[in-house]
T-cell receptor, first 111, second 116 residues
Framework: GDSVTQMEGPVTLSEEAFLTINCTYT??????LFWYVQYPGEGLQLLLK?????DKGSNKGFEATYRKETTSFHLEKGSVQVSDSAVYFC??????????FGSGTQLTVLP | DGGITQSPKYLFRKEGQNVTLSCEQN?????MYWYRQDPGQGLRLIYY???????QKGDIAEGYSVSREKKESFPLTVTSAQKNPTAFYLC???????????????FGQGTRLTVV
C-alpha cells in the first residue's frame, strides 16, 4: 500500500537558518504530494502541493520538488523565522483515495 | 466563507459516557474523514465516508461510531468502549471522484477531548 516516511524530529534551528525536512514515499501509481503545517492547538493547513513529476510547489518561502526518480518530496526554506515553528506533515493522495500522512516533524526556530 | 467547522473546541467526558463530536462542511465535498492525533504523534484514520449513507472503518475504528445522513455533516461518537479516548480529533473533507485526484483535504480546527 501507499506510505510516507518523514524525517524524524524534533528539529531545532536558529532564526535565518536553512531548513530541510526529508520526505520519501511509496505508491503504486502517480500520486499527488502535499505538505501540511499544523500550528499548536490548530488543525492542518495546506502549505504547498505538487501533482506530477518535476513540479515544484511553493508558498511563504517554502519549496518542495516532486522527484519521481528518488520518490521524494523534501521541504526546504532558505531562511526560517520564529513564526515557522510548527509541525510539518508530508502526505500523498493517489487516485482520489484518502490522504496518506507521514508521522510529522516538529520544527522549533529559536530567536 | 467555505470551510469545515468542528465543535466543540474542548470537550470533557466522564468515564463510561458516550460523547459526540460535530463536524460540518459547506465546501460541497463528497468525502469526509475523522483522524485522531495523540501528543507528539501523527494522524491516525478512524473512519471515512465517500458518499452520503456510506462509511468505512479506518485504522483505529474500535470504540468509535459515525453517521453520514447529510453531505454536510459527519459526526463522530466516542463510545465508552474506547479505552483511551483522550486525544485531539481532526475532521477533514475533500472532493471525490475523477476530477479530485490532485486535490487536497481541508481540515477543521480540531476538538480536544479529555476524559476526567
Amino acid at each position: 500500500g501507499d506510505s510516507v516516511t518523514q524525517m524524524e524530529g524534533p528539529v531545532t534551528l536558529s532564526e535565518e537558518a536553512f531548513l530541510t525536512i526529508n520526505c520519501t514515499y511509496t505508491a503504486t501509481g502517480y500520486p499527488s504530494l502535499f505538505w501540511y503545517v499544523q500550528y499548536p492547538g490548530e488543525g492542518l493547513q495546506l502549505l504547498l502541493k505538487a501533482t506530477k513529476a518535476d513540479d515544484k510547489g511553493s508558498n511563504k518561502g517554502f519549496e518542495a520538488t516532486y522527484r519521481k526518480e528518488t520518490t521524494s518530496f523534501h521541504l526546504e526554506k532558505g531562511s526560517v523565522q520564529v513564526s515557522d515553528s510548527a509541525v510539518y506533515f508530508c502526505a500523498l493522495r493517489e487516485a482520489a483515495r484518502q490522504l496518506t500522512f507521514g508521522s510529522g516533524t516538529q520544527l522549533t526556530v529559536l530567536p | 466563507d467555505g470551510g469545515i467547522t468542528q465543535s466543540p473546541k474542548y470537550l470533557f467526558r466522564k468515564e463510561g459516557q458516550n460523547v459526540t463530536l460535530s463536524c460540518e462542511q459547506n465546501l460541497n465535498h463528497d468525502a469526509m474523514y475523522w483522524y485522531r492525533q495523540d501528543p507528539g504523534q501523527g494522524l491516525r484514520l478512524i473512519y471515512y465516508s465517500q458518499i452520503v449513507n456510506d462509511f468505512q472503518k479506518g485504522d483505529i475504528a474500535e470504540g468509535y461510531s459515525v453517521s453520514r445522513e447529510k453531505k454536510e455533516s459527519f459526526p463522530l461518537t466516542v463510545t465508552s468502549a474506547q479505552k483511551n479516548p483522550t486525544a485531539f480529533y481532526l475532521c477533514a473533507s475533500s472532493p471525490q471522484g475523477r476530477g479530485a485526484m490532485n486535490t487536497e483535504a481541508f481540515f477543521g480546527q480540531g476538538t480536544r477531548l479529555t476524559v476526567v
